[in-house]
C-alpha cells in the first residue's frame, strides 16, 4: 500500500496518520548516530477520537453492541422492579460494600506509602549508599514488605474477594510503578557518579599533560580545523553530514555519520530485533504488532550509510563500550529524543587517554539528558511533586520526560467518569443476575456449568473499564500517550494477545523483566520469554489466591499452558489461517473463566 508523504519542513514528515519527526541521536553505548521515530500522541483502538475506528466499516456493530447491553440493562432493571420493587438486587452490593470505609483509608495509606521512593532515590543523589548492590537491596525489601502487607491485611480483615482483590491489585500496580521509579533512578545515579569519576580522571590528566589544558585545547583545536578542511565545502543539494534522507516511497531512508563500521538502525527496531518474537507481530502482517500507532503503515525503514563521510567526526575515539547506559534506554517511539550536545573540543586532543576521557563525558551527560521538550537532567526530576506528576500518569513505567498535552478538557473528564459508572453498572448487573445465580453448586455437571456462565463472564471481560479510568486520569495529567490497548480481539495466537491486550502491564514486562534478564542475566530470548511468563503467571495466581483464600494453581497451569500454545500458534498451517486462529483463541478465553 502507497502512503502519501508530504515534506513540510526539515526532518519531519506528515502524513495521515500523524506526524513523523526524524532526528540524528546518538546513542552513548556506541557512539553511532541513529535515525528516531517519534510519533505524535496516540490514542486506543476504540476511543471516539481514533480516526481509523471511526473510520471502519464494522463500526456500526460496536454501536449496536453497546445498544443491545443498553436494552438489556434495562430488561433486567424492569424484571428486577416486578419481583423484588427494586431497580437492581442489592445482594452483591451489600457484599462489594462491606468494611468500605476501612478498605478506602487502607488505600490511601498505600498510596502516599509510595513516596518513600522519594527520600530513597535522594538517599543515592547524596551518596549515602550505591544502587548496586545495597540500593537493589533495600529497594526489593521494602517492595516485599508492600506487597506482603495488603495481602496480610485482606486476610486479617477477612474481606470478601472484591475487597481483598481490590487492595492487592492496587498494591501490585503501585508496586510495579515505584519498582520502574527507583530502578530508573538508581541507574541514572549510577551515570552520574562514574561521570564525577570521569571528570576527575580528566582533570587530573590534563593537568599532568604538558603544557596543561590550554595547550591540549590550541592543540586539539588545530587538528579539528585540520579535519574539516579535508572534507572541502559541500556541493550544492546534497545533506549536510547527520541529516536523514527522506525518499517519497512509504518507506525512507536516514543517514548519519559514523564513528565506526557497522550500518545504521532505528533504535526501536534494534529493540524490537533485540526481543524478537515477544515483542514483533510484524511477522504475522499485523501492523498493530509494531507498537508504532496511528502510521504503524510506515514500518520498511532503511538506513545507509552517508556516501560523504565527516573527517573531523569519523576521527573521534568512540566511548568506552561498558559505559552505564540512562536515558537511551527509555521508549524511543514515546517522546521526540533530545539533540545532543557538540563533543567536547578536548575529543579532538591527539592525547589519547584526555580525548577518550572527553568522549565518555560527553556519553555519559547524554544519558542523564531528559527525551522530550523540556531537557530534563538527572538529578532535576528527583522532587516530590515530580513523583507526584509519576503517580498521577496512567503509565507503569517510568522516565524523565512524556509527551504530554497543552490543554485539559473537562467535557473528556465527565464523558470518562459517566463511561466508568456506567460500565460498573453494566458488570454488577450481569454478575448480580446472570453469574451469581447460576454460580456451580457441589454436583452440577461441569458442561452445564460452564455453559451457563460462558457468555456472561466473557461479556463481563469485554468491559475494557481500565481504558476509561485511565484515559480520565490522562486527559486530567496532561498526558498524550493514550494507546491503553490495541484490537486484541483479533488476536490469532496468545503471545498476540499478551502483547495487545493491557498495554501498560506489557510495557513494564518488557522493560523490567524481559529486557533486564537478557542484559542483566545474559537470557536468551526464549529464557527471558519464559521468565516473563512465569512471574506473570505467579502473580495472577497470587491474586487468585487472595480472592479464594486457597491455594489451587489452576491459573497457574493455565497461564502456563499458554507457551506451548504460542508455540502451536506460529506452525504455518496455523499462521495462514488467520480465521482459525482466532476461533482458537475465542474459544481459549471464553474457556478460562467458567472453568477457574
Avoid at 20 to 49: C, E, G, M, W
Avoid at 165 to 184: A, C, D, I
Avoid at 570 to 579: A, E, M, Q, Y
Wanted: aromatic residues 12%; positive net charge.
Amino acid at each position: 500500500m502507497t502512503t502519501t508523504l508530504s515534506k513540510t519542513k526539515d526532518n519531519v514528515i506528515n502524513t495521515p496518520g500523524g506526524v513523523i519527526h526524524v532526528r540524528p541521536y546518538r546513542s552513548s553505548s556506541n557512539a553511532q548516530l541513529k535515525a528516531v521515530l517519534s510519533f505524535t500522541p496516540r490514542v486506543s483502538s476504540l476511543d471516539r477520537t481514533n480516526e481509523r475506528s471511526q473510520t471502519d466499516e464494522f463500526r456500526g456493530f460496536f454501536v449496536l453492541f453497546w445498544i443491545g447491553l443498553a436494552l438489556l440493562f434495562l430488561r433486567t432493571s424492569m424484571q428486577s422492579w416486578e419481583e423484588n420493587r427494586t431497580p437492581l438486587s442489592w445482594t452483591f452490593g451489600r457484599l462489594i460494600t462491606g468494611d468500605a470505609l476501612v478498605l478506602a483509608i487502607s488505600d490511601i495509606i498505600m498510596v502516599l506509602t509510595m513516596f518513600v521512593c522519594v527520600p530513597f532515590v535522594k538517599g543515592l543523589q547524596n551518596r549515602w549508599y550505591k544502587y548496586h548492590w545495597t540500593g537493589v537491596i533495600i529497594q526489593h525489601t521494602f517492595q516485599t514488605i508492600y506487597l506482603g502487607t495488603a495481602v496480610w491485611w485482606g486476610w486479617h480483615r477477612q474481606w470478601y474477594w472484591v475487597q481483598s482483590g481490590f487492595l492487592v491489585l492496587h498494591s501490585m500496580s503501585s508496586m510495579m510503578k515505584m519498582h520502574s521509579y527507583m530502578s530508573h533512578n538508581g541507574m541514572l545515579a549510577t551515570v552520574y557518579f562514574q561521570l564525577q569519576e570521569e571528570k576527575k580522571q580528566l582533570e587530573e590528566a590534563v593537568k599532568n599533560a604538558p603544557g596543561g589544558r590550554e595547550q591540549l585545547l590550541l592543540e586539539a583545536a588545530e587538528r579539528k580545523a585540520h579535519l574539516q578542511a579535508l572534507e572541502g565545502p559541500t556541493p550544492v543539494g546534497t545533506p549536510a553530514p547527520g541529516t536523514p534522507a527522506l525518499s517519497s516511497r512509504s518507506s525512507f531512508s536516514a543517514s548519519a555519520p559514523s564513528s565506526g563500521t557497522t550500518g545504521y538502525e532505528d533504535p526501536s527496531a534494534a529493540l524490537r530485533r533485540h526481543v524478537g518474537g515477544f515483542t514483533d507481530a510484524s511477522k504475522e502482517g499485523t501492523p498493530e504488532g509494531s507498537g508504532l500507532g496511528p502510521s504503524a503503515e510506515i514500518r520498511q525503514r532503511k538506513i545507509s550509510k552517508p556516501k560523504k563521510k565527516n573527517q573531523a567526526t569519523d576521527a573521534l575515539p568512540p566511548p568506552r563500550p561498558n559505559l552505564p547506559l540512562g536515558t537511551s534506554l527509555e521508549p524511543s517511539h514515546s517522546t521526540l529524543p533530545h539533540e545532543p550536545s557538540p563533543p567536547s573540543p578536548l575529543a579532538w586532543s591527539s592525547n589519547e587517554q584526555v580525548a577518550l576521557l572527553a568522549r565518555n563525558i560527553d556519553a555519559m551527560q547524554e544519558e542523564l539528558v531528559s527525551n522530550g521538550a523540556k531537557g530534563l537532567k538527572w538529578p532535576q526530576n528527583v522532587t516530590y511533586r515530580h513523583f507526584l506528576d509519576f503517580m498521577f500518569f496512567p503509565t507503569l513505567v517510568y522516565q524523565l520526560e512524556y509527551p504530554r498535552t497543552k490543554t485539559m478538557r473537562p467535557l473528556v473528564v465527565l464523558e470518562k467518569v459517566v463511561a466508568t459508572l456506567g460500565t460498573f453498572s453494566l458488570i454488577y448487573t450481569i454478575t448480580e443476575h446472570y453469574i451469581l445465580p447460576v454460580i456451580p453448586k457441589p454436583g452440577d455437571p461441569l458442561i452445564r456449568s460452564f455453559i451457563n456462565l460462558a457468555l456472561p463472564m466473557m461479556v463481563n471481560y469485554l468491559f475494557i473499564i481500565f481504558e476509561c479510568v485511565c484515559t480520565g486520569f490522562a486527559e486530567l495529567s496532561y498526558f498524550a500517550d493514550r494507546e491503553f490497548y490495541q484490537d486484541w480481539w483479533n488476536s490469532t495466537s496468545w503471545d498476540q494477545f499478551s502483547r495487545k491486550w493491557n498495554k501498560p502491564v506489557h510495557t513494564f514486562l518488557l522493560r523490567h523483566v524481559y529486557a533486564s534478564t537478557m542484559t542483566g542475566l545474559q537470557l536468551s530470548r526464549t529464557s527471558a520469554a519464559f521468565v516473563t511468563f512465569l512471574l506473570s503467571a505467579l502473580c495472577h495466581e497470587l491474586v487468585m489466591a487472595v480472592v479464594t483464600k486457597k491455594i489451587r494453581p489452576y491459573l497457574f497451569l493455565m497461564q502456563m499452558a499458554q507457551l506451548p500454545m504460542i508455540a502451536l500458534g506460529r506452525l504455518p498451517i496455523v499462521k495462514r489461517n488467520k480465521t482459525v486462529g482466532n476461533i482458537v483463541f475465542w474459544a481459549g478465553l471464553m474457556s478460562g473463566f467458567p472453568l477457574l
